[in-house]
Structures are given as C-alpha cells and as structure tokens.
C-alpha cells in the first residue's frame, strides 16, 4: 500500500487528485470490510466534500497540508460530527450524533487528511481482544480466523488490511499497542497528557491516551507532529509546545543508550516474541539487560486502578441498563465498583512510587526495549492460553506487557516483527517522559535496516 507520505506528495504536486486516492480507499473498504469488519460506519459523502476542496485548492495553486489527500480513520469513541459516538456500546446508539468532530479529528483535517470512516472497537474500551457483542469481531488481515486485538481492533485491522494508511485509537492499558503487535502495524501511544483527548468518550481519565497508527514510521510521525498542541478543552493535555518529531527522524541512535527489559518482560512470552525481541535488541546493539523493579505489582495496581475508575464511570448505566453491556465488560465493572477504597488508595499511592522509579531508571537509559504482547493473535473465540507454563485465561491477560507501561503515562511506539510462525508481533520502544522522538527515531533505524515492517495487506480474500 502507498504510504501516506507518498500519497499526499503526489496530491500536492498535482500527480494524482485526491478524489482517486478516496474513490479508491472507498473501493478497498467496501471489498475488503464485509471480511475484516473493521468500520462500523463509512462517510463517503463527508469525504468527497473534503477532496474536493483539496484539489480545487491545488489547481488554484493555494498551499495544502502534509497529509493532503491522505484516507484516515477513526475508532468509534471519537467524536465524529453527523455520527453517534458509540464507544463500541449497544447504549450509546440511543445518543444524537455528534454536533462537532473530536480536537484530533479537526487537526487531522487542517493537515490535509480526509475522513473516511469510524471502526469497531471493544466495548467501552474494556477489551484486549478485538471483539464485540455488539457489531461482532474485527479480524486480523492476516488470518481472518484470528484477532485483531484490543480494545482499538478496528484501528489495526483498517491499517493491517490497507484499507487505510491511518487510523486514530486509543490506549489505556495497551489499546493500541496490542493491536499494532496482532495486525502488523506501527503505533504510538504518547506520553499522557500529550494529545488531547476532547471528543472522546472516556474510559478510565487518568491513563487514557489517544494516538495513530500507521504502515510507516514516517506517516506515524507526520500524523503524530499535525495532531500536537495544547487544548483548553482537555484538561489532562499539557500546557507544552509543540515539539515536532519529523526533523529528528535522520538523527539515528548513535548518541542513545537502549536497554531490554528482563525479569517479567521476559517470563512467560512465547518463543517466537522472545526470538523477535531478541532480533531487534541485537540490530541496536541493545546487549544490557534492566529489570523493571515491581512490574508485576505496577500492573496490578493498573488493574485496580482500570476497574475503580471505569465502575465510576459506568455505574448509573449498570443500574439502569445492565443487560445491554457486554457480559464480560458488566462484570469485571460490576466488580471494580465493589472494590474498597483503601485498595484504590494503595493503589495510587504505589503508582506515584512507580512513576519516580521510572524516572529514576530513565537518568541512565534512553529507551528500554519489551514485547507488546507474550503471544501472536490467537483465534477468535478463544478464551484461554499458556502463560508462563499455566494456563490462563486470555482476554485479561494479553496486557501483561503493556499495562505496567500505561500505568505512568510513558510515551511508547510499538514497531511490528514478522516471525517465523508467520504472523506480526510488536517489540514496545518505550521512553522517558516527552521524549516520543527516541522512541521513533529508533523506530526508523529498525524500519529502515529492514527489521520492524508492516507486512503486504492481503490483495484479496
């Protein structure tokens, strides 16, 4: 598929007109959706409007974005105006459409990208896996049989099956990093606090993130650098500048010091994740191993955290309409809402201490090195798998590597590996506080030696 990069030079240049790059985009979707059921709405209409008025401004030679012409699209939890903002739920379908599309949405736009849709999703969020009771599972392009991931499947599925070269998703315990390991696709979660996040229904709003993903380390950082900015109406995004990647992108890594993670970052993972971390520790000369102190205590306090806050969230639509949410969502939220508040205490009180470890650590690193998820996609429907020699059940448990990561808000780009099983899985670049530049500077040198690649889409199924 076209990088997005590729796609918006040849729209400004004159080239290719961006209302064949949509037509086509819109060709793609509505073969390749009925498979991957990625979408869960299409918004031609929108979209032809859009590039039209992209190539009327390049035929009267007035300056368009670096995305010009580029197709994008959204998960459902982000507000896109003239749609109802699902959040994946059977309730929220009762809501109005939305009256103005999510801050991200807008900024995408102002760089020239062109909307062409909204994608399915885990309901509420509160997912790992890809699938939803609702408008049913979206599949992973690379084997329709197995998962997209979660809660953002659609996201990595529309990207992982070329439907689109972008996708916005969001992250709280691993949204976008377990589904850019299952589909094959590059992604960033930022640093919290860094994108903001008005327009978006909420899931758990001290660790939720939104982010792109993308074919290319190049279009995640463009599309990362066009959405960057302050805004007064979320009141978790930073009061910070924008600090833009792309220039740095050439820097390479000579200057950096990258380390794996050990301990828990490597029990339980299969060979094959293991093998492709290896891989990509050993082509940045990353042969120091760190372990992360109390990973496993940070994941649970994650736990708690998730459950108390997305219970809060949720109570007054279990009371009323339990028997609308997805099973396995109402009961981890049903328990999260019994949860004492000591633990909840102890909980955020171990998060500062985790939060001041990690900087800590980051003094003597630039970016550690850990898998995104301890397997491949497993099939759909599948309810448990080997984890560190038990078994275990699946759908809680395919974010063991990523949680303790979101749990302090660091900034993380998860490049996907081939392996030798044939099929992706992601090593997790993750880095210190605002430094998304690391990350996806060495996300480039793996890319560019040929190492982290987002597979070929199928052609056809």
């Not at 439907?163 to 979660?189: E, Y």
């Not at 050990?262 to 299969?270: D, E, I, K, P, T």
């Not at 949410?325 to 009961?331: K, L």
């Not at 759908?395 to 949680?403: D, E, H, K, W």
Request: net charge neutral.
């Amino acid at each position: 598929m076209t990088p997005a990069s590729a796609i918006a030079a040849d729209v400004a240049a004159g080239h290719t007109r961006a209302e064949d790059v949509i037509a086509a985009a819109l060709h793609r979707i509505e073969a390749f959706n009925p498979r991957l059921n990625a979408f869960t709405a299409v918004t031609a209409a929108r979209a032809k409007a859009r590039v039209a008025a992209i190539d009327a401004d390049i035929a009267a030679a007035r300056p368009v974005g670096p995305l010009a012409g580029v197709p994008f699209a959204v998960k459902n939890l982000i507000d896109v105006a003239g749609l109802p903002t699902l959040a994946g739920a059977r309730i929220n379908r009762d809501h109005p459409p939305a009256t103005h599309d999510a801050t991200l949405v807008a900024r995408l736009e102002h760089a020239g990208a062109v909307l062409v849709g909204a994608l399915n999703m885990g309901e509420y969020a509160y997912d790992f896996t890809g699938e939803n009771t609702h408008d049913g599972a979206s599949r992973n392009p690379h084997d329709t049989t197995r998962m997209s991931g979660g809660s953002s499947g659609g996201s990595g599925s529309a990207v992982g099956g070329g439907m689109v070269p972008l996708a916005l998703g969001s992250d709280t315990n691993g949204s976008i990093r377990v589904p850019s390991s299952f589909c094959g696709v590059f992604g960033l979660k930022p640093t919290y606090g860094r994108l903001s996040r008005a327009g978006s229904f909420p899931f758990v709003a001290s660790l939720d993130h939104l982010g792109p993903f993308a074919r290319t380390v190049q279009d995640l950082a463009i599309a990362y650098d066009a959405m960057q900015g302050a805004d007064p109406l979320d009141p978790a995004c930073a009061e910070r500048p924008a600090e833009q990647v792309c220039p740095t992108l050439p820097e390479g890594i000579a200057s950096l010091r990258i380390v794996r993670a050990g301990g828990y970052f490597r029990a339980g993972a299969a060979p094959e994740v293991l093998s492709a971390l290896d891989t990509v520790a050993a082509a940045l000369g990353a042969s120091r191993e760190i372990e992360i102190p109390e990973a496993a205590r940070a994941r649970a306090a994650a736990y708690v955290i998730t459950a108390s806050e997305g219970a809060a969230l949720h109570l007054q639509r279990l009371r009323a309409r339990a028997a609308d949410f997805d099973p396995d969502v109402r009961d981890r939220l049903i328990a999260g809402a019994l949860l004492p508040a000591s633990v909840m205490v102890q909980a955020q009180k171990f998060r500062r201490w985790f939060r001041d470890a990690m900087r800590h650590m980051f003094r003597d690193v630039d970016a550690i090195l850990a898998p995104a998820t301890p397997c491949v996609a497993p099939l759909i429907g599948q309810k448990t798998f080997v984890l560190d020699g038990k078994e275990m059940p699946l759908r809680p448990n395919i974010g063991v590597y990523t949680q303790p990561i979101s749990f302090i808000g660091l900034p993380v780009a998860a490049v996907p590996v081939m392996t030798d099983c044939g099929l992706p899985t992601a090593v997790q670049i993750i880095a210190a506080p605002w430094r998304e530049d690391v990350a996806l500077r060495i996300a480039q040198v793996l890319e560019s030696a040929g190492i982290a690649r987002a597979p070929e889409p199928p052609r056809e199924f």
